[in-house]
T-cell receptor, first 112, second 116 residues
């Protein structure tokens, strides 16, 4: 079983829809959670960074962490065609600053 | 703006040559940088952790002599693919974290390496 599971998609939605992207994980020691957006042939770009459980909002993006369920989500409101990309979740434990675990990425397509 | 710069973005070279990829942290000193390889439609595969002033830590299955990593300064790490072969063709991405314990990784824009 992988440490981090993420549905590869593709997920196709109409412009303006609310998008929900999710990851599950197995290691209860994970405390730091990240979401990255990666356009084709580009490096991942950090979107959200959260610690422990709870919600964090930044513009159209909301990151949600439920540690009891080992489940994290990224919500995108009013999705735009420019949001079409692959979204990677990542996480790491409290005790190891250099050990990051990545999901396989979900490909999102927002149709005009 | 970008916090990690990677160069070149794309390189094509003949089989047998060596290729050097540079990774720079732009506005902070990075004692640790990371090198990843990404195959099409797959996630990031950590190759090695680059430590300033010391040897890199390679992941299992990654050939140290094939992928030479040098982290000579606090803002620069280099990955040299030696005697490259077509199977080394891939997308290579570096990353770095700002100083401090609770920092995420910031990625460069990647290098597309094509070996003919």
């Amino acid at each position: 079983q992988k440490e981090v599971e993420q549905d590869p998609g593709p997920l196709s939605v109409p412009e303006g829809a609310i998008v929900s992207l999710n990851c599950t994980y197995s290691n209860s020691a994970f405390q730091y959670f990240m979401w990255y957006r990666q356009y084709s042939r580009k490096g991942p770009e950090l979107l959200m960074y959260t610690y422990s459980s709870g919600n964090k909002e930044d513009g159209r993006f909301t990151a949600q962490v439920d540690k009891s369920s080992k489940y994290i989500s990224l919500f995108i409101r009013d999705s735009q065609p420019s949001d079409s990309a692959t979204y990677l979740c990542a996480m790491r434990p409290e005790y190891n600053f250099n050990k990051f675990y990545f999901g396989s990425g979900t490909k999102l397509n927002v149709k005009p | 703006g970008a916090v990690v710069s990677q160069h070149p973005s794309w390189v094509i070279c003949k089989s047998g040559t060596s290729v050097k990829i540079e990774c720079r942290s732009l506005d902070f000193q990075a004692t640790t940088m990371f090198w990843y390889r990404q195959f099409p439609k797959q996630s990031l595969m950590l190759m090695a952790t680059s430590n300033e002033g010391s040897k890199a830590t390679y992941e299992q299955g990654v050939e140290k002599d094939k992928f030479l990593i040098n982290h000579a300064s606090l803002t620069l790490s280099t990955l040299t693919v030696t005697s490259a072969h077509p199977e080394d063709s891939s997308f290579y991405i570096c990353s770095a974290s700002r100083p401090g314990q609770n920092q995420p990784q910031h990625f460069g824009d990647g290098t597309r390496l094509s070996i003919l």
